[in-house]
């Protein structure tokens, strides 16, 4: 079983900062790309920022310059360091992992879920 479980979230005023982690754990024998997602109230989930195992990353328009997305390959973690926020960056952020579990092909796994809410 892999289990991604994210932390950070909460409540900060526009102009503020905020970092989000997510560790993925359990029976696990390689991580491909990591990321993290959002979901906005009545909206899709979005991509906001992707990192591949070998540091290849990938930002949303709308937060590039604002967001900085960082990876240890040796403990399985993804982090998001996010500036400037505005109230529209207001979401329930979902981590993401595409593993290989032991002894099973590549799946995708989710977190489930952080709420940041950027307001006054």
């Known amino acids: 079983q892999v289990q991604l479980v994210e932390t950070g979230g909460g409540l900060v005023q526009p102009g503020g900062s905020l970092t989000l982690s997510c560790v993925a754990s359990g029976s696990i024998f390689s991580v491909g790309d990591m990321g993290w997602y959002r979901q906005a109230p009545g909206e899709q989930r979005v991509m906001v920022a992707t990192?591949?195992?070998?540091?290849?990353?990938n930002y949303a328009e709308s937060v590039k310059g604002r967001f900085t997305i960082s990876r240890d390959n040796a403990k399985n973690t993804i982090s998001v360091q996010m500036d400037s926020l505005k109230p529209e960056d207001t979401a329930v952020y979902y981590c993401?992992?595409?593993?290989?579990?032991?002894?099973?092909?590549?799946?995708?796994?989710w977190g489930q879920g952080t709420l940041v809410t950027v307001s006054s």
């Open positions: 993401y992992a595409y593993v290989v579990p032991r002894g099973k092909d590549w799946m995708d796994y």
């Open positions: 990192i591949s195992k070998g540091y290849r990353i």
